[in-house]
Structures are given as C-alpha cells and as structure tokens.
C-alpha cells in the first residue's frame, strides 16, 4: 500500500505501462507536460485528463491494504487507479473524480478526507455498501465548495473527530447512516454547507448550524412512522433554514426532526421551501426535541365560502336590528 499522494507511471501495471509507452506517450514534449502538470498539482492524486471518472472496489476487504493499487480490483471507464490517499484527500485529484465503494467492502478506514473542489472540477464520495470510516488523525474531517459526499443503500460514514461542512453537500439517503465515534466528534454545517436528510440517520455528539446552513429534509407522514432524522447527544446549537420536501404521504400534524440531549442554543431555526398547500413551524417546546408543526392552507374556495357565510350572518343580524 502505497503512502505517497501521486502515482507514477512506473507504478502502472505492465501492460498499461507498455501501452502508455508503446504510444510514445514518454516523448520529450509529453515528459515535460507532466512534470509541469506534477509540479502544478504539487501533491495531487491523478495525472491525466479531466473528466468525471467513476470507480468501483471489487476486491474484499481483506484485500484493501495489500492490493488496494491492484488495476484488477477496481472497475471503471477508464480504470483510475487510486493511491491510499485519494480518500484522505479527494481534493487533490486532476479529474471530477468518483470514489464509489460498492459490492464486496465491509469497512475501510482512513486517517481523515477533505473533499472539496479542485481548479473547478466537483469532487465526489460516495458510500453505497459498507463503512468508511476515520480512524486516529486529530485534524477535522472537511467537506468543502464543490465537494459532495453521497451515502446511500447501506452505507456507513464513521468520524472519530469532527465533520465541517463548509459549503459542501452531505446526503444521508434512505438507509444510509453517518455517526460520530467519539465525544469530542462534532458535525458544524457553516455558512452555505448543506445537509440532505433523504431517510437515513446522522448521529453526533454535537450538531453546530451556522446562520445560512441549510437542511434539507425528506418527510413522510407525521407521528411514529417518521424516524428520528439527527440526533445530537451532546448538544446543538439551532441556527439556518430547513427546507421539507415530500417523500409520500406528507400531511399535517407534528414531524420530530431532531434529538438532542445537553444544551439547546436556540438562534432561530427558519423553514424554507415547503411542499405546496402547507405552512409550517418550527416548535421545540419540548426539552431534547425539535419538531416541525404542519397545516394544511385553505384552499380559496375554502376561503370563499367561510366569508360568504359570515357576511350573510351580518346580514341577518342587521335586518333583525332594523325590525
């Protein structure tokens, strides 16, 4: 398992090697291309062009530390070999680049990611089976401008330190689950971070929102049947906009959006876009709970008839006045 950041192209399997240079890929011209394209990445992880690359892990597990640079354990169009620290450091790729954990992984474990935007190229993570999850490094775990991550299915993301969400997206879709590991590991969206909760679960030992984070949430019908989306257990310090989107069989009554326990910060919790023909507030009342109250809006025939009615009332009781 490799440990630098770049990958050489005496690093490529034999037969891509002989073709890169059967080619005449390693003229003169085209080696100083590259070395100027190594110096300007100054660490980055891909040389090559920039187009958006999907990848996919099809060894197991126990093959991730001995043969994780193994062309024939990874899947894509063209294959994209990635080093050890693509995952610690998705930003530094060339290409809009997809690391898509797939079929046979059960939990792989790096130092800490950054994922953001790399010379206007999206960087992307996604987690759709097992767990990616972060292992000692004291540094913050970073989603940045331009970067995403995805995790879907069954897929699991474990930070043992804290998540900044700065103005990346993070979805948490139905099944898919992101937990803290450790007391000290804090989620904060900043200002422009996004969290999408589309059915899964985001637990963290505290959930910081700053005043234009945003979250998005997916919500079926009220009461029992909706799942506790985030829970915050140590904490959680209430700022931003959510904005709902319907999922099947929204309707009025009373969504639980949050837990937490420990302190509430409460500086405001705006609501946003909501599905058509309902109002919404944000009630958290109720100690360790943020709930969303829904109601339904009058339709204006509704309107109509209500205000007919109560002028024939003042009419009525005009004319009894009079007589």
Do not use: H
Not at 88 to 104: E, G, I, K, P
Not at 124 to 132: A, E, H, R, S
Not at 304 to 320: D, I, N, T
Request: aromatic letters at 6%.
């Amino acid at each position: 398992m490799k440990d630098n950041a770049t990958i050489g192209v005496m690093d490529w399997p034999s037969p891509a090697r002989n073709r890169f240079m059967a080619q005449g890929f390693l003229s003169p011209s085209n080696r100083a291309r590259f070395l100027a394209m190594g110096l300007l990445l100054a660490g980055g992880v891909f040389w090559g062009d920039a187009y958006a690359v999907t990848e996919t892990w099809l060894g197991n597990v126990s093959d991730i530390s001995s043969n994780w640079s193994s062309a024939a354990n990874w899947s894509g169009s063209p294959v994209r070999v990635p080093t050890s620290a693509d995952l610690a450091d998705l930003n530094n790729t060339a290409a809009s680049y997809t690391a898509n954990f797939a079929t046979n992984i059960s939990t792989y474990t790096i130092s800490s990611f950054v994922v953001s935007n790399n010379s206007g190229n999206t960087t992307t993570l996604n987690i759709n089976q097992g767990t990616l999850a972060t292992g000692s490094a004291s540094t913050a775990n970073i989603l940045g401008s331009g970067g995403t991550i995805n995790i879907n299915n069954t897929g699991v993301l474990k930070t043992a330190f804290a998540l900044s969400v700065s103005a990346g997206d993070l979805t948490v879709n139905s099944g898919g689950v992101f937990t803290n590991t450790s007391t000290t590991a804090t989620v904060t969206v900043t200002n422009g971070g996004v969290v999408s909760m589309q059915g899964g679960q985001l637990v963290t030992s505290k959930l910081t929102l700053l005043p234009t984070a945003v979250l998005d949430f997916g919500l079926t019908t009220p009461g029992a049947n909706n799942p506790i989306r985030i829970a915050a257990t140590g904490g959680l310090i209430l700022d931003g906009t959510v904005n709902v989107n319907d999922l099947g069989g929204f309707t009025t009554g009373t969504y639980l959006l949050m837990t937490y326990t420990g302190t509430l910060t409460d500086n405001g919790l705006n609501v946003g876009t909501l599905p058509a023909g309902f109002n919404a507030t944000v009630d958290n009342s109720t100690a360790g709970q943020v709930n969303l109250d829904v109601t339904a809006i009058p339709e204006p025939s509704t309107i109509l008839l209500s205000g007919c009615g109560l002028a024939a009332l003042w009419l009525r009781r005009g004319r009894r006045r009079t007589s």
